[in-house]
């Protein structure tokens, strides 16, 4: 098993839909949490970081579920440049591992 | 912008020859790393560096090796290519962030072995 895995997809919703994303990790001693964004052929790029309290960016949410060792990404109002593969990583201290991404294609 | 540059961005080359991947940072950042990522794996860590010539396996470090003979630079080399290590590679430093350590990444280098 995987340390940290994701539905790899792919989720197709057309624009303003809303669309979520479970990433679940195995090692309970993970301290810290992110969402990523990669468009195609580019690198990994920092969305948001999860807090416990869960956080909210615009039309971006993240939740963290520690006791069932999982984490969220809710996408309000999908535009179509959101269409990109969504990342889950874990850290401890300085090791960082990463889920296999979830693709999103949101389409007009 | 996290100050990383990866060359070469693209290169194609033979089974069975040598290949370095450099990662050039210029903020000073102490951990630097080296991941591939492939269809179906996502990201794997090769090695990573936790200081000038502290250097440390990842998960797939067979066939790889590093160096960081300068804070600013850390060298991946291939020391005989093979198909397999056809893959992006993309280096990264880690830097503090408001929530703790968070990783950014270089854009890439593109490698086929042929």
């Known amino acids: 098993r995987k340390e940290v895995e994701q539905d790899p997809g792919p989720f197709n919703v057309p624009e303003g839909a809303t669309v979520a994303f479970n990433c679940t990790y195995s090692?309970?001693?993970?301290?810290?949490f992110f969402w990523y964004r990669q468009d195609c052929r580019k690198e990994p790029k920092l969305l948001m970081s999860?807090?416990?309290s869960g956080n909210e960016d615009g039309r971006f949410t993240a939740q963290l579920n520690r006791a069932s060792q999982y984490i969220s990404l809710l996408i309000r109002d999908s535009k179509l440049s959101d269409s990109a593969t969504y990342l889950c990583a874990v850290n401890r201290g300085q090791n960082f591992v990463f889920g296999p991404g979830t693709r999103l294609s949101v389409l007009p | 912008d996290a100050g990383i540059t990866q060359s070469p961005r693209h290169k194609v080359t033979e089974t069975g020859t040598p290949v370095t991947l450099r990662c050039h940072q210029t903020e000073n950042h102490r951990y630097m790393y080296w991941y591939r990522q492939d269809p179906g794996h996502g990201l794997r860590l090769i090695h990573y560096s936790y200081g000038v010539k502290d250097t440390d396996k990842g998960e797939v470090s067979d066939g790889y090796s590093v160096s960081r003979s300068k804070t600013e630079d850390f060298l991946l080399t291939l020391e005989s290519a093979t198909s397999s290590q056809t893959s992006v590679y993309f280096c990264?430093?880690?830097?503090?962030?408001?929530?703790?350590?968070?990783?950014?990444f270089g854009e890439g280098s593109w490698l086929t072995v042929v």
């Open positions: 990264a430093i880690s830097a503090a962030a408001t929530s703790g350590n968070t990783i950014y």
């Open positions: 090692n309970s001693a993970s301290q810290s």
């Open positions: 999860v807090y416990s």
